[in-house]
Nanobody, 117 residues
Framework: QVKLVESGGGLVQAGGSLRLSCAGS????????MAWYRQAPGKQRELVAA???????NYGDFVKGRFTISRDNAENTVELQMNNLEPEDTAVYYC???????????WGQGIQVTVVS
């Protein structure tokens, strides 16, 4: 059974930085893609960033060069470095994994990120 555990969220002032980490574990855990999604109150869950096992990366349009996703395949971890945070980035951030293509079938419990002006 796959388990994803997020860490690193919190409260930060606008313009600040946070680094989110996600560690995956399981008997067979070698996902094609790992990603960060987020969901703000009253809004749909949206893609923040995704990275495949080969290093192909996609970002949500709102990222605009502020965030960087990275992955350690040997350690089964994915990280999201977030810089120049804005109040609009306030949301619960979820780590997801997809064994096949981008079919995310496992999720972490979510971690709160709050950006205050």
């Amino acid at each position: 059974q796959v388990k994803l555990v997020e860490s690193g969220g919190g409260l930060v002032q606008a313009g600040g930085s946070l680094r989110l980490s996600c560690a995956g574990s399981g008997k067979i855990f070698r996902p094609n893609a790992m990603a960060w999604y987020r969901q703000a109150p009253g809004k749909q869950r949206e893609l923040v960033a995704a990275i495949t096992i080969r290093g192909i990366i996609n970002y949500g349009d709102f990222v605009k060069g502020r965030f960087t996703i990275s992955r350690d395949n040997a350690e089964n971890t994915v990280e999201l470095q977030m810089n120049n945070l804005e109040p609009e980035d306030t949301a619960v951030y979820y780590c997801g994994s997809a064994m096949y293509q981008y079919d995310y079938d496992n999720w972490g419990q979510g971690i709160q990120v709050t950006v205050v002006s």
